[in-house]
């Protein structure tokens, strides 16, 4: 018989003498956390920046939240809401996640919401912006660690009046996203004097603009104002100057549509202005740190996606350690998260009673291959959460 045999005998018998259930010296379950992101489609890149910037928290934590190792299960959501519910209730029924992150796509993630109310689960949202998720759909369990569609284009629609325009077109795809950022915009805009004279859509994911291109070369606004993302916004941006509208009108947008992006936009993007509750070059200790360490991590810039993904990593680990791990004390974790300060790359912000972040957008402009800050277009921006009784 070996030492370690009698030792740990020892240790078991200790326990029950103590009446100490044995399991309670091993180490608590693993954490499942339920990845429903996009890894194919136009949205592709934006869910691996998600999932790199959550990873990157974890491992700065020693790979653990709230004292309990983190395992991951992952569902390619393709950005499809008409595959969203049965993909959610395959990682809640089936695989039995503690916590659901995600996803990118608004009807997507109005869709995690529904199911996550239904069952009580824990969901963190680290980008799709439906303002309902944080408005009607509110819920003690449901958080988001990015931003609602109304807050950016509020943001850039006070921003492009401030510059003296007075007409605009605004241009973007027919879903909630686009939707919901132009109704911000125009909120913002007609606000501070503007006027909305022209509306155009198209069908998402589609990336044909001539036929709208040349509506907004008719109408001639004094500037435009626009929301694509990912590999829509790479042609929308390139179509733009192609059609030589760049010069005369003045593309705006929230800012998704230059961030990941520029890299593939080159020249074309020069100049556009945008809103964003991120930036290139906030040049403050705790965003250099971060963005150190993405590089090294992943060989590629962070951008706002980036950000989300470790800012939700964040948020669940400040709410899970109030609460000793236990994923279903989602009062507890609300209490918790709503109380902090989350100390982010962005800045720092908190969360609102319905729990949407609470922060400043910055009006950024593109100089080469950056989105710089080039001022503040609004401060500590809180979404008005609109139909939430919470
Ligand atoms: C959304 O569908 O909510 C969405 C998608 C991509 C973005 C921003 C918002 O970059």
């Known amino acids: 018989m070996n030492i370690s045999h009698i030792s740990r005998r020892a240790v078991i018998a200790?326990?029950?003498?103590l009446a100490m259930p044995v399991a309670m010296a091993q180490a608590p379950a693993k954490l499942k956390v339920g990845f429903m992101l996009p890894?194919?489609?136009?949205?592709?890149?934006?869910?691996?920046a998600i999932e790199n910037g959550f990873k990157l928290y974890l491992t700065e934590k020693g790979g653990k939240l709230g004292g309990r190792e983190v395992e991951f299960v992952k569902v390619d959501d393709e950005s499809d809401p008409s595959k969203a519910i049965d993909n959610v209730n395959k990682l809640i029924k089936r695989d039995n996640v503690d916590v659901l992150v995600g996803s990118v796509h608004?009807?997507?993630?109005?869709?995690?919401?529904?199911?996550?109310k239904e069952s009580g689960t824990l969901m963190i949202n680290p980008n799709g912006g439906a303002d309902a998720v944080t408005g009607a759909m509110c819920a003690v369990n449901i958080f988001r660690s990015s931003f609602s569609n109304w807050q950016?284009?509020?943001?850039?629609?006070?921003?492009?009046?401030?510059?003296?325009?007075?007409?605009?077109?605004?241009?973007?795809?027919?879903?909630?996203?686009?939707?919901?950022?132009?109704?911000?915009f125009k909120e913002g805009f007609?606000?501070?004097?503007?006027?909305?004279?022209?509306e155009l859509t198209l069908p998402f994911p589609n990336v044909e603009f001539q036929a709208q291109l040349t509506e907004i070369a008719a109408a001639k606004p004094n500037a435009v104002f626009s929301f694509f993302a990912g590999g829509g916004a790479v042609k929308f941006v390139k179509d733009y100057d192609g059609a030589g509208l760049k010069k005369t009108i003045p593309l705006f947008g929230t800012g998704f549509l230059t961030d990941g992006t520029l890299e593939a936009q080159g020249a074309s993007a020069e100049g556009v202005l945008t809103a964003l509750h991120y930036a290139d070059g906030l040049n403050t200790p705790r965003d250099n740190a971060f963005r150190l360490a993405y590089v090294k991590a992943f060989k590629m810039q962070p951008d706002v996606y980036a950000v989300q993904g470790y800012d939700a990593a964040q948020m669940l680990g400040i709410g899970l350690?109030?609460?000793?791990?236990?994923?279903k004390n989602t009062a507890g974790f609300a209490a918790a998260v709503t109380k902090a300060t989350i100390d982010s790359p962005r800045g720092k912000f908190?969360?609102?009673?319905?729990?949407?972040?609470?922060?400043?957008?910055?009006?950024r402009q593109v100089s080469g291959k950056e989105n710089k800050v080039v001022g503040i277009a609004s401060k500590a921006l809180a979404d008005p959460a609109r139909g939430c009784n919470m």
């Open 106 to 116: 608004s009807g997507v993630a109005m869709a995690m919401a529904k199911v996550a």
């Open 350 to 363: 908190t969360i609102s009673k319905a729990h949407n972040p609470i922060q400043d957008f910055y009006l």
């Open 190 to 198: 007609e606000k501070a004097g503007g006027k909305v004279t022209k």
């Open 14 to 17: 200790a326990a029950a003498a």
């Open 39 to 48: 890894a194919t489609g136009t949205f592709a890149a934006l869910g691996t």
């Open 152 to 184: 950016p284009g509020f943001a850039i629609g006070q921003a492009m009046a401030a510059k003296g325009h007075k007409t605009a077109a605004t241009i973007t795809w027919k879903y909630a996203a686009g939707d919901e950022m132009a109704k911000g």
């Open 321 to 327: 350690d109030a609460v000793k791990g236990d994923a």
